[in-house]
């Protein structure tokens, strides 16, 4: 299986460096930013499996925004919610979830020039937010 730009699936390759970020949405900027993706040494060429947990405070429709400067997708409850389809662009997708934690994984990828991450949320109650790293929850 390939992904995006040619690239193997990730599922089939053996990670260079696993972890726990605190860090690991930025915006898209141009020029690319100095420095390397967020705990890694990577500026270019990469491509990055975020995987955590999502809080869901209420029941209902949540719809996701998913920007990225390279294709990118989102996952929850282990379905595609959406993929971004052109660099820069965001992609947008709606899933369904009861309240409380809930699987949550992107596949990021980075080619060159532009670089950038950011995940945004309308819940079913109107509430907007970015999720970031401390929305975000880890649990071994």
């Known amino acids: ?3 995006p730009m040619g690239m193997p699936s990730l599922f ?11 860090k690991a949405w930025f915006p898209i900027i141009d020029p690319v930013p100095t420095g ?11 491509a990055a499996q975020l ?3 999502f809080y869901a405070h209420v029941e209902g429709q949540y719809i996701f925004t998913l920007t990225a400067d390279e294709e990118s997708t989102l996952y929850l409850k282990d379905e595609t919610v959406l ?6 662009k965001a992609g947008t997708g709606a899933i369904t979830l009861l309240k409380g934690f809930h699987p949550i994984r992107i596949i990021y990828y980075q080619k060159r020039e532009l670089a950038g991450l ?10 907007e937010g970015q999720v970031s790293a401390a929305g975000m929850y880890y649990s071994p």
């Open 1 to 3: 299986t390939t992904e």
């Open 12 to 22: 089939t390759l053996t990670p260079e460096i696993t972890g726990v970020v605190q």
């Open 36 to 46: 390397p993706f967020p705990e890694t040494q990577y500026t270019e060429l990469f």
């Open 51 to 53: 995987d955590g947990k």
């Open 83 to 88: 993929t971004t389809e052109a660099p820069g």
């Open 118 to 127: 950011m995940l945004q949320y309308r819940a079913p109650d109107g509430q």
